[in-house]
């Protein structure tokens, strides 16, 4: 069985500050791919960044990038330059390699981003 | 490019009645997820589908629910007999061929029963 866990129920950040939101996760599975989502008040679930557990080399999207600990099992969002729009829940999520298709979210953050 | 589709964005039903909610996915995208989202919580998966295959149910409730996914058209969610325990957002998402892709979310299907 798979879990998430997300220790910081809210965090804040003045703008063009940086946050790190944290994530641990337990999985069985040889492989497995992490995701941070972001859910702004819409309500709409947009995907944040991806890393595939074999690759050593952390993700990076522009201003977000994760700082992926495979042996701790620590999956952490970092968001440099933050800025309004960054305010909204963030989810990290597990998916294992298997057929299951089951991704396993954590409890959320709310991130709000101060002017 | 349309991204995953779901419809209607808001639903309202009265207690004992049946909700169905409705996902097209992404072109292209053959695997369809179906996940509930409840107050002020994270998503918890429902189901996994693929065209005319129920791949995982194990997060479905074992009555009431049930969820398709045709060879042709959208994928349907019905929730029969509603009761006020099934407010809640209703997310689908979809993913290419390969397991392991990246789930593309839809916008949602808030379910209000009264």
């Known amino acids: 069985a798979q879990t998430v866990t997300q220790s910081q129920p809210e965090m804040s950040v003045q703008e063009a500050e940086t946050v790190t939101l944290s994530c641990t996760y337990d999985t069985s599975e040889s492989n497995y791919y992490l995701f941070w989502y972001k859910q702004p008040p819409s309500r709409q679930m947009i995907l944040v960044i991806r890393?595939?557990?074999?690759?050593?080399q952390n993700a990076t999207e522009n201003r977000f990038s994760v700082n992926f600990q495979k042996a701790a099992k620590s999956f952490s969002l970092k968001i440099s330059d933050s800025q309004l729009g960054d305010t909204a829940m963030y989810f990290c999520a597990c998916l294992g390699s298997g057929n299951t298709g089951k991704l396993i979210f954590g409890q959320g953050t709310t991130l709000q981003v101060k002017p | 490019n349309a991204g995953v589709m779901q419809n209607p964005r808001h639903l309202v039903r009265r207690r004992g009645q049946e909700a169905r909610l409705r996902c097209s996915p992404m072109?292209?995208?053959?695997?369809v997820y179906w996940y509930r989202q409840l107050p002020e919580e994270g998503l918890k998966f429902m189901v996994y589908l693929q065209k005319e295959n129920i791949i995982d149910e194990s997060g479905m409730p074992k009555e009431r629910f049930s969820a398709e996914f045709p060879k042709e058209g959208p994928s349907i969610l019905r929730i029969q007999q509603v009761v006020r325990g099934d407010s809640a957002a209703y997310f689908c998402a979809s993913s290419p061929q390969r397991s392991g892709e990246t789930q593309y979310f839809g916008p949602g299907t808030r379910l209000l029963v009264l």
């Open positions: 072109k292209g995208h053959s695997h």
């Open positions: 890393q595939e557990a074999y690759k050593q």
